[in-house]
């Protein structure tokens, strides 16, 4: 089961995708990789799960652009970066490697810690086409000013699966958030972005889950992403904290698509947050759409004339959703 292992159609599926063996079928090449036992000297013919490598660097270094092979994350240990790692090459997917499907809590955990380097902007930057990333936990615990993300999207059709986005570090700085989203097309199935620990936010700083920003990544804009059943976990600090912030008005392509998005403020938080969604206008050139949001802790989902359509139990009210306390 090593770098040459082939993988089958047939098995037991989870999630609507087929696997073999506890790993995603359809793959022509899987490397192991297990950072607290493993061997950067292993040969790429002798690699297995027995045999892994200890970093994801080096079974990056040996996939195939575009030839739909995979690194599966062993989760004993977590697999710590001193820089950040850049996917680049296309039809790659990374998952780890338990039997588990959680949406937050996963056993295979990418870590990177400070640093002070201003490129390392998040802990993962992906710019390859056809891109899955399933079944981890993505860390950002770096306190240099331009590492703002947990992780930069900026591919095509990229596919996230049961991921968890923790951003622990630069909690009330402007423009920061779990997940910088400039990706064409990509999209999130059970996922979490942030936790109900870290107090965020503060006046006049959209501290933000999700960040849509146009062209934060050059060239690069959120058009036709979606989100489905995901988490999205603030503790505010202050009304103006947000779960999805965009800075202009043209920052969906389109259209952005979230279908039963839970937006939870911690009871626990300073403030009541304003607008759960907020841009720097009416977006002009896509439509934001919620279907079946939950919301609590928030006054309204989004804020108000800026072309964000809520479809609930009452369609046309921004509140729509927003969970009620039972009254005696």
């Known amino acids: 089961m090593g770098g040459n292992y082939s993988f089958g159609s047939a098995g037991p599926r989870y999630k609507g995708m087929p696997m073999m063996g506890g790993l995603p079928s359809g793959l022509t090449k899987v490397y192991f990789v297990d950072y607290g036992n493993g061997s950067d000297g292993v040969g790429e013919k002798s690699n297995s799960v027995d045999r892994p490598f ?10 195939t652009t575009n030839k739909n092979e995979g690194i599966a994350l062993m989760g004993s240990s977590t697999h710590t970066l001193t820089e950040m790692l850049t ?16 949406s937050f809590g996963q056993n295979a955990k990418v870590s990177l810690g400070v640093t002070g380097v201003a490129t390392n902007i998040a802990t993962i930057l992906n710019t390859g086409t056809r891109n899955s990333f399933s079944n981890i936990k993505v860390i950002n615990s ?26 622990d570090s630069l909690l009330t700085t402007a423009a920061a958030g779990e997940v910088l989203c400039n990706g064409d097309s990509a999209q999130f199935y059970n996922c979490t972005f942030g ?25 690069k804009v959120a058009r036709d992403c979606e989100f489905h059943d995901c988490k999205f976990l603030q503790k505010a ?33 300073s403030a009541t947050i304003a607008d759960g969604i907020t841009f720097g206008g009416a977006v002009t050139t896509g439509d934001v759409l919620l279907v079946n949001p939950t919301g609590i802790n ?5 804020e108000a004339s800026q072309n964000v ?18 009254a005696a």
């Open 298 to 302: 928030v006054t309204a989902f989004a």
């Open 237 to 269: 600090l202050h009304a103006d904290t947000n779960f999805v912030y965009g800075s202009g008005t043209t920052d969906v392509e389109r259209r952005l698509l979230m279908v039963n998005p839970i937006f939870w403020n911690c009871v626990l938080a």
């Open 142 to 167: 770096d306190t240099v000013a331009q590492g703002l993300y947990a992780f930069a999207e900026g591919g095509e059709y990229t596919v996230f699966d049961s991921v968890e986005f923790y951003k």
């Open 54 to 63: 200890k970093t994801i660097d080096k079974a990056l270094g040996l996939i």
């Open 195 to 219: 936790d109900l620990v870290n107090a965020r936010g503060g006046s006049s700083k959209p501290r933000a889950n999700v960040i849509l920003t146009r062209e934060t990544i050059t060239g």
């Open 87 to 102: 996917v680049s090459k296309s039809r790659t997917h990374i998952f780890g490697y338990d039997p588990g499907g959680r």
């Open 309 to 326: 359509y809520v479809t609930g139990a009452v369609p046309t009210a921004a509140t729509t959703g927003i969970a009620v306390e039972v």
